[in-house]
């Protein structure tokens, strides 16, 4: 009895890429003859030795929903639904690709009420590594169409993107989203396109024996679970049952929050710290149902209102919201419980302009920051490091990206790169291999391929992680043919790892795919610097010349409207702060102490930027550059 099976990506609702010839494949009996049939269209192969077989249906433009019949010669058949035929993209990257609807719900409330939306779909692929060679099928995924509940868990960036494309082509838009917090650009790479990177593929093939595998997977739930238990059993907090409201707090210390630890009494403290808050409430809120949010911190907590648990978050990147349900506050004399788990010596509550710290609901709001008392539960050594096993080299590209090279796509976008930041040397050669191996892969040579530039951000740094640097790096992938740069300055939170104005960078993803692909005739970036020429008639004064340039304004995206970002670096490599005004469709940069041997000029090459952002008519920042002095 012959057995037909098809790929996960060919399953009902899915979305196949119009323009291009229409690859049906699976697996059945070899020898068998499939036929595959859709909208009147059929095309038929004989089974391969191995089972394999493949049949290409003529490409055709956008339409549907159709029926997808694949049938055997043995009887056995397989009708995939609610076929669609539009526009595909290879969503892929680390946390900010992958990052949720859930986590932006409330910067764009309008998420929780949208409205259902068929001709946008997602593929989502779980999270999984192989390292002895590339999967032919995905072990997960499935195609789910927008709506209110669904968008909570879609790639938010990747949504925006495809809405601004849905509008601009009118086409069904499919997202197959291969995405994963914390992955390095190595990890989504074949060992074909790591040649040349021998500590790499060697990376890969130690991982590759599932004894070692397996005893390193052991090694960090061991760890884990011993530093926890072990602070739980010595922490006086939980022997004492702080949490409870009538705990004395008298001789309990003070500390403003928000803030970070560095220059506190508690700089470098490792284990657990307990907060203590009393507040009141307005009548409105008083016993109300209310939410709770309490920013970031470092590292995990568990959070209590008048003695009752109201959240739990196991790791520092997560906002704290949490609900609270009604009838368990009162007007005066509330209690608000925090305990803090610190791995590392580095703790913090997050302070910062974007990050809240109140109770409230849509009638009132009371605000909690200010004089918090403290006590520290224990204290023990640091968290032993973790081995992010499925972060290593080739692991997730051979599991999750490889079987989607079946698939035919219109083009790949990519946010990745605070991996990566620690070692950037060999970055944008990584980013080469990895575009040109995914082209040959796809068998397209022009593929577009769109990356997101990383925002500025400033907390945590090491002195080995510049960002600003990162980024004139990431620059070089604009040297590549058919590829596109999101600039970012501006959307980034500089205390929070993932901010939450995503939908500025999908748009954006969108009008560089609308120049690649589309035909898109409107502005798609933002200025661009093309040359730098020197002012003949002033001493250490120079012309910045630009592409993109129309309406050139300064925009203040929080730090006032002073141009304060560019430096001259002069035949030292040292940097000299410049002033600048905007002339004519140009910039004119001076510098302030009368540099006389500048050979360069940057612009917003620092973690952050300082004061206004250079935009043009569409509002997009100017890219950050390092050019000579022609």
């Known amino acids: 009895m012959a057995r037909l099976i098809l790929p996960r990506l060919l399953s009902d609702g899915c979305v196949l890429q119009r323009r291009k010839s229409i690859h049906i494949w699976g697996w059945d009996t070899p020898g068998v003859r499939v036929t595959a049939k859709l909208d009147g269209v059929v095309g038929n192969v004989e089974a391969s030795d191995n089972g394999r077989f493949d049949i290409y249906l003529p490409a055709r433009e956008g339409g549907g929903p159709y029926d997808l019949t694949v049938s055997d010669s043995e009887g056995d058949s397989i009708t995939v639904k609610d076929v669609m035929i539009g526009i595909v993209w290879f969503c892929s990257g680390q946390s900010n690709m992958e990052f949720p609807g859930a986590r932006v719900a409330d910067k764009y409330p309008f998420l929780r009420t949208i409205e259902d939306e068929d001709m946008i779909r997602t593929f989502k692929i779980i999270e999984e590594t192989s390292f002895s060679g590339p999967y032919e099928e995905h072990n997960t995924g499935s195609w789910v169409s927008v709506n209110k509940d669904t968008i909570m868990s879609f790639s938010i960036v990747a949504y925006f993107f495809a809405e601004k494309l849905r509008a601009m082509t009118h086409q069904a838009v499919g997202l197959i989203n291969a995405s994963l917090g914390g992955s390095r650009i190595q990890s989504w790479m074949s060992r074909q396109m790591l040649e040349g990177y021998d500590e790499l593929i060697a990376e890969t093939d130690k991982y590759n024996d599932a004894a070692f595998r397996n005893e390193r997977a052991k090694w960090n739930e061991d760890k884990t679970n011993k530093w926890i238990n072990d602070l739980y059993n010595k922490d006086l907090g939980i022997q004492n049952s702080w949490e409870k409201e009538n705990t004395d707090d008298s001789d309990w210390d003070e500390l403003s929050v928000p803030t970070m630890f560095t220059g506190t009494p508690l700089e470098g403290h490792v284990g657990s710290v307990w907060f203590r808050k009393k507040f009141d409430l307005p009548k409105e809120l008083a016993g109300k149902s209310a939410r709770l949010f309490l920013g970031t911190m470092v590292d995990s907590d568990e959070t209590y209102i008048n003695g009752e648990k109201v959240g739990v978050t196991e790791y520092q990147y997560p906002p704290r919201k949490y609900d609270i349900r009604e009838g368990l506050t009162r007007q005066k004399d509330n209690t608000l419980v925090v305990r803090l788990k610190i791995e590392l010596g580095l703790g913090r509550i997050t302070p910062g302009a974007i990050k809240e710290y109140k109770i409230f609901n849509e009638d009132a709001s009371a605000e909690l920051d200010g004089i918090w008392k403290y006590k520290i539960g224990a ?41 990566n930041v620690g070692q950037p040397w ?166 302030k102490d009368d540099v006389k041997n500048a050979v360069a000029l940057r612009w917003c090459c620092e973690n952050t930027y300082r004061g206004g952002l250079i935009v043009n008519a569409i509002g997009i920042p100017m890219c950050p550059f390092e050019l000579p002095i022609e």
């Open 379 to 419: 204290t023990c050594d640091k968290m032993p490091p973790t081995d992010f096993i499925n972060w290593n080299s080739s692991g997730l590209y051979n599991a999750m990206t490889a079987p989607c090279h079946n698939f035919p796509v219109d083009g790949i976008i990519w946010y990745q790169g605070e991996s």
């Open 426 to 591: 060999d970055y944008a050669d990584l980013t080469e291999k990895m575009i040109r191996g995914y082209r040959k892969l796809w068998k397209e040579d022009n593929l577009p391929f769109i990356a997101v530039q990383l925002p500025n951000f400033v907390i945590d740094l090491t002195e080995e992680e510049n960002w600003g640097e990162f980024r004139l790096v990431q620059n070089k992938i604009l040297d590549i043919p058919s590829t596109g740069l999101v600039v970012t300055m501006g959307l980034g939170e500089d205390n929070d790892l993932h901010p939450v104005t995503k939908k500025p960078v999908g748009e954006r993803l969108a009008l560089w795919a609308g120049h690649l692909k589309y035909g898109y005739i409107g502005e798609y970036c933002g200025p661009m610097a093309a040359a730098i020429k020197k002012v003949q008639d002033e001493k250490a004064a120079v012309l910045v010349e630009l592409e993109h340039a129309q309406e050139l304004k300064v925009s203040d995206e929080g730090k006032g409207t002073e141009i304060r970002d560019f430096f001259f670096v002069d035949k030292d490599g040292e940097l000299h702060e410049a002033d600048a005004e905007i002339k004519e469709g140009s910039i004119v940069v001076r510098s």
